[in-house]
């Protein structure tokens, strides 16, 4: 595959904890050493605004915040996103790599929070025809195993106050959607050690020729 002309999007997901932090730092020392031009991302979040926003989604005092106006946020903040920062760097032949995205929305909003695939898809039309990953890595732990592995949930962060049920369908929904993309999600066994993730990992992108 010639990346100079056609650039890649690869997106990385999973349940909180699932090792996302952990595989992109070893995946970018990796892309570092083959020479292969990219960038780093996440969601929500990647350009300033799209950072504002991703603070007043996670701000712990917003309690009140409804599911929809929860939802639209987070379109709001990947359009910014998108425009901004990936379609750019993608139309200039680069890998683009993105912490979360789309199956977040869908994962999150639409089946954990019941808000339905068609809203969600509704609300994000936008990336769902101008920018969807060629590539998305599942990071396939269940939320129990993660947040073992974590020490627990993180105090300050309204998410990860939600309970594990929450987190349970969250992970039911990243499981649906696997076999729903199976073209493009690919299940990774994020449950054994980090360089075994890893390794699963360089063998996915070698099977798509993606280096
Ligand atoms: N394969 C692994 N085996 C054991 N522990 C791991 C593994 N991968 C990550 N961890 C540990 O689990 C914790 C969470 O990992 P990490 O921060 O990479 O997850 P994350 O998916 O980015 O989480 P978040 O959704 O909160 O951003 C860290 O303490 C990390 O060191
Ligand atoms: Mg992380």
Redesign the pocket.
Known sequence: MDMSKKGYFITLE?C????????LKKLEEFLKNSGVDFVFTREPGGTPIAEQIRKIILDGNNTAMCDEAEALLYASSRVQHIKEKILPAKNQGKIVVC?RYIDSSFAYQAYARGLGIEFVKGVNVYAVENCMPDLTLF?DISPED?FA??GGADEGDRLEQSGINFHKKVYEGYKTLANDYSQRIVCID?K???DE?FDQIVKVLKEREII
Do not use: C, F, Y
Request: charged share 30%; hydrophobic share 25%.
């Open positions: 999973g909180e904890g699932s090792g996302k932090s952990t595989q912490d990071l993660a592995r974590k994020a054994k050690g980090a993730v």
